[in-house]
């Protein structure tokens, strides 16, 4: 398997443009999470999936922030508008059913200019 | 709300010496798990702690857990230049939430 797949790896916008990342989860696991790294706040859960329904979506910033799971093997992360305090790592994570850790794609580094 | 906290948050060791990170954290849980991370590259699970008193080994390092005392252990033995990395416990709430909580990571350097 390939692992978690995420696209884009690097992400230049201006301030106020739609930024979409990509996630292609491991496949047959059921979890998919999206995460935030910053220096200053470490790493945030943002969202999570489970059987591509959203169950905690407590951790994301604010409304300015969108995702969907529209099937097993894809997960968006909106941006819209940006702004260049959201300019961090960003990770994908899947698990499977089960108590077994989650496994993490190689992150989005998006920078707000 | 869960809190983990790690410490100490940076650590310079020399070559061939022992040191523990150490992995607190705020309500019960008895799920915990490692992950290391290399600059600017993913999370690498490392170990996955299930039950009270587990303990998991590899190469020269060595984790364990104890849920009493909500506290879990990193210990590095005789350390090498490769162990440079940040390291990560996160903790689980169980249930049917399979949310991870991260602690803010270990930054170790190992000179030689």
């Known amino acids: 398997d390939a692992g978690v797949i995420q696209s884009p790896r690097h992400e230049v916008t201006e301030m106020g443009q739609e930024v979409t990342l990509r996630c292609k989860p491991i496949?047959?696991?059921?979890?998919l999470f999206w995460y935030r790294q910053t220096m200053m706040r470490g790493l945030e859960l943002l969202i999570y999936f489970n059987n591509n329904v959203p169950i905690d979506d407590s951790g994301m910033p604010e409304d300015r922030f969108s995702a969907k799971m529209p099937n097993a093997s894809f997960s968006t992360l909106k941006i819209q508008p940006s702004e260049p305090r959201d300019s961090a790592v960003y990770f994908c994570?899947?698990?499977?059913?089960?108590?077994?850790?989650?496994?993490f794609g190689q992150g989005t580094r998006l920078t707000v200019v | 709300e869960l809190k983990v906290e790690q410490n100490p948050l940076f650590l310079s060791m020399q070559e061939g010496k022992n040191y523990t990170i150490y992995c607190n954290y705020s309500t019960t849980s008895d799920r915990l798990y490692w992950y290391r991370q290399d600059p600017g590259k993913s999370l690498e699970s490392l170990f996955v702690l299930l039950s009270n008193g587990a303990v998991k080994q590899e190469g020269r390092l060595m984790a364990s857990l104890d849920t009493k005392a909500r506290l879990s252990t990193l210990h590095i033995t005789a350390a090498v230049h490769d162990l440079s990395a940040t390291y990560f416990c996160a903790v689980e709430k169980g249930g049917s939430n399979y949310k991870l909580t991260f602690g803010k990571g270990t930054l170790l350097t190992v000179n030689p």
């Open positions: 994570a899947s698990r499977p059913t089960g108590v077994t850790e989650a496994f």
């Open positions: 496949s047959g696991h059921n979890s």
